[in-house]
């Protein structure tokens, strides 16, 4: 890889620039992925959102999100991974994938999941072997759910549903939450 390119973990600024690159990587469907609903409204683990640039150009995206089985097995749903079309000969998928699982590791993370290409990710560490038992809350394809384990046996015993490890709030918890941040102590004027 080209000591051009930086990976970092992404920041406010790379925002527009991360949406667009997911937008040609992806096409307009991918906000109507399965994978999507996991992301929805929520963060991805602190720490866990990397960007590559090259030459000050945001060229590749990688993002970890908290989940759990349902037999509470914590784990991270990694997705999207794109990197810009004009530099995927460049390695920058591979080395974002590795400072990726090395920093969800040195976390105290103990697994990943992901939907993609088994080809491209066995070299990763990740294989369907794992995931006969799990499943995605929408449709899929079954062959393409995948796991790695950073820590062995931390998927032993996963079954079900893979659901959000950390919902968004819902719309009347954001409202009573703003209005407590707004009301006046007892005895005080409002």
């Given amino acids: 890889m080209s000591a051009r390119i930086r990976i970092r973990r992404e ?11 997911l937008d040609a990587a992806f096409g307009p469907g991918r906000l109507a992925k399965t994978s ?5 409204g929520r963060k991805p ?9 090259l030459a000050g150009r945001l060229v590749g995206t990688l993002r970890l999100w908290p989940v759990v089985t349902a037999t509470g097995h914590a784990c991270l749903l990694l ?10 000969s460049l390695g920058i998928g591979a080395a ?8 969800a590791h040195a976390l105290g993370h103990r697994a990943v999941v992901l939907v993609g290409d088994a080809a491209y990710y066995n070299r990763f560490g ?6 006969g038992a799990l499943r995605m809350p929408g449709p899929y394809e079954r062959n393409r759910l995948l796991a ?6 931390a998927l032993k015993g996963a079954r079900g549903r893979i659901a959000a490890a950390n ?8 409202l009573v939450g703003r209005m407590a941040g707004s009301a006046a102590p007892i005895g005080q004027p409002a």
């Fill in 11 to 21: 920041r406010r600024s790379d925002i527009v620039a991360r949406e667009c690159l």
């Fill in 36 to 40: 999507e609903r996991l992301r929805e």
């Fill in 45 to 53: 683990a602190p720490g866990l959102a990397f960007a590559a640039h």
């Fill in 79 to 88: 997705g999207p991974l794109a990197v810009a079309a004009d530099v995927r």
């Fill in 96 to 103: 974002l994938m590795r400072q990726a699982l090395h920093k």
């Fill in 126 to 131: 990740f294989s369907a072997e794992m995931t």
């Fill in 148 to 153: 790695c384990e950073l820590v062995p046996d």
């Fill in 167 to 174: 919902p968004p709030p819902s719309r009347l918890s954001r």
